[in-house]
């Protein structure tokens, strides 16, 4: 048996992609679920599918980037369920683009989606967690892009950037509540999903771009193993968990430009070693 058997988990963006993954993960486990997203069709059949394997599962379709609906998926959770113990704020999207192009409905889909879908699950789900006076996590998806900036994605840098600082506060507020709340922030690089089939993304920043991230994308890791490093990080309390190591070169000359203060230079080594320098304009 497993230490999470029983244990009730609630995961956003849950119908596809990395959320599916975690969901399927979750219910190997034994965890009771409560499976969200705003795509209800695709939710309803994962639902079916997870409790025709057994699993005890729920599911809730939200639009994370609004707070009503954030909030009734909280009480959902404890009406059936009677609390909560793991929670994935992992829903998102993505927007590529020149970031003055980017129209003003893009931009805000992205804040609300990847932004104010995260501030909204702290708001509505952390109290609830504090409250119930027992360990709880949550694990907020970020991407490695919360941590280095590449061009032709300004919404989502901007966002996920966000998402990392959002998390890292709430890792410093809880420790000095000695809460027995914890939280991750999850910075993956390619992870297989349908991340880049939206039509909100296609064209917008040239074919080129859009197809080489895409490739990089559905050759990634596949959401269930990303699942079980999640579980281990999760069972450790790690704050970071970053699951694909090749970008840490490009981490490490950030940090060094910004504490030597010189001006960045955009250079990038992908998972197969291929460097990437200098202005990629793929328009
Ligand atoms: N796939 C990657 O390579 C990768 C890498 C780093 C981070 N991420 C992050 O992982 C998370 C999951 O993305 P994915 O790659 O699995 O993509 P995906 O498109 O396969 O899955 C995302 C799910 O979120 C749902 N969703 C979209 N808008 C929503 C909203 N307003 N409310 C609720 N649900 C909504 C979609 O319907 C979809 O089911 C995102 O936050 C993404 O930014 C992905």
């Given at each position: 048996?497993?230490?999470?058997?029983?244990?009730?988990?609630?995961?956003t963006g849950?119908?596809?992609?990395?959320?599916?993954?975690?969901?399927?993960?979750?219910?190997?486990?034994?965890?009771?679920?409560?499976?969200s997203?705003v795509?209800?069709?695709?939710?309803?059949?994962?639902?079916?599918?997870?409790?025709?394997?057994?699993?005890?599962?729920?599911?809730?379709?939200t639009d994370v980037g609004d707070?009503?609906q954030v909030?009734?998926?909280?009480?959902?959770?404890?009406?059936?369920?009677?609390?909560?113990?793991?929670?994935?704020n992992?829903a998102?999207?993505?927007?590529?683009?020149?970031?003055?192009?980017?129209?003003?409905?893009?931009?805000?889909?992205?804040?609300s989606v990847?932004?104010q879908g995260v501030?909204n699950g702290?708001?509505?789900?952390?109290?609830?967690?504090?409250?119930?006076?027992?360990?709880?996590?949550?694990?907020?998806?970020?991407?490695?892009?919360?941590?280095?900036?590449?061009?032709?994605?300004?919404?989502?840098?901007?966002?996920?950037?966000?998402?990392?600082?959002?998390?890292?506060?709430?890792?410093?507020?809880?420790?000095?509540?000695?809460?027995?709340?914890?939280?991750?922030?999850?910075?993956?690089?390619?992870?297989?999903?349908?991340?880049?089939?939206?039509?909100?993304?296609?064209?917008?920043?040239?074919?080129?771009?859009?197809?080489?991230?895409?490739?990089?994308?559905?050759?990634?890791?596949?959401?269930?193993?990303?699942?079980?490093?999640?579980?281990?990080?999760?069972?450790?309390?790690?704050?970071?968990?970053?699951?694909?190591?090749?970008?840490?070169?490009?981490?490490?000359?950030?940090?060094?430009?910004?504490?030597?203060?010189?001006?960045?230079?955009?250079?990038?080594?992908?998972?197969?070693?291929?460097?990437?320098?200098?202005?990629?304009?793929?328009?």
């Amino acid at each position: 048996m497993s230490i999470e058997q029983g244990r009730v988990a609630v995961i956003t963006g849950a119908a596809s992609g990395i959320g599916r993954g975690l969901a399927e993960y979750a219910a190997g486990l034994g965890m009771r679920l409560v499976l969200s997203d705003v795509d209800g069709q695709r939710l309803q059949a994962l639902c079916a599918e997870l409790q025709a394997l057994g699993a005890e599962a729920v599911a809730c379709v939200t639009d994370v980037g609004d707070p009503a609906q954030v909030e009734r998926l909280r009480d959902v959770a404890v009406e059936r369920f009677g609390g909560v113990d793991l929670l994935f704020n992992n829903a998102g999207v993505m927007q590529t683009g020149h970031c003055w192009e980017i129209t003003q409905e893009q931009w805000q889909r992205m804040l609300s989606v990847n932004l104010q879908g995260v501030i909204n699950g702290i708001r509505s789900f952390v109290p609830l967690l504090l409250e119930q006076g027992r360990p709880a996590h949550v694990v907020n998806t970020a991407s490695l892009a919360g941590l280095v900036s590449s061009p032709l994605m300004a919404p989502y840098n901007v966002t996920k950037q966000a998402v990392v600082a959002l998390s890292e506060t709430l890792h410093y507020e809880l420790s000095l509540q000695q809460a027995q709340v914890s939280v991750s922030v999850l910075c993956p690089g390619p992870v297989a999903s349908e991340i880049m089939a939206s039509d909100q993304v296609a064209g917008a920043a040239g074919a080129q771009f859009n197809e080489l991230l895409d490739t990089s994308i559905r050759q990634g890791m596949t959401p269930l193993e990303l699942a079980e490093l999640v579980f281990t990080a999760v069972r450790e309390k790690r704050f970071w968990i970053l699951p694909h190591k090749f970008f840490k070169p490009a981490l490490e000359r950030r940090m060094q430009s910004i504490l030597e203060e010189t001006n960045p230079l955009f250079q990038f080594v992908d998972e197969k070693g291929t460097e990437i320098e200098g202005e990629h304009d793929a328009a």
